[in-house]
């Protein structure tokens, strides 16, 4: 059984920071640096949409309005994916997700609630 951990989330304001953590674990993540992985969010009253990704090399890809805020990372040792979220605005309040790339429609865990608001 694969399971996806998300935690990290929370109440912040304005231009503050969080950072995101995503623990996977089961049988197939014990290859887990084999897997493309990625951050995925969902507004209230929208679609789910790619944040971001990251390579088993390590190469990162970002959506065009997180760019330069916002980092992934990966600590494979810990089969852990990051997100560093920088400057966030108000309506980036979002659940968010972890997944592989592209994303399997079992692997989607409860997600983290990030609130951005004054």
């Known amino acids: 059984q694969v399971q996806l951990v998300e935690s990290g989330g929370g109440l912040v304001q304005p231009g503050g920071s969080l950072r995101l953590s995503c623990a996977a674990s089961g049988s197939i993540f014990s290859i887990f640096r084999a897997y493309t992985m990625a951050w995925y969010r969902q507004p209230p009253g929208k679609q789910r949409e790619l944040v971001a990704s990251?390579?088993?090399?390590?190469?990162?890809n970002y959506a065009d309005s997180v760019k330069g805020r916002f980092t992934i990372s990966r600590d494979n040792a810990k089969n852990m994916v990051l997100l560093q979220m920088n400057s966030l605005k108000p309506e980036e309040t979002a659940v968010y997700y972890c997944n592989t790339a592209p994303a399997v429609r079992e692997y989607w865990g409860q997600g983290t609630l990030v609130t951005v608001s004054s």
């Open positions: 990251i390579t088993t090399s390590g190469r990162t």
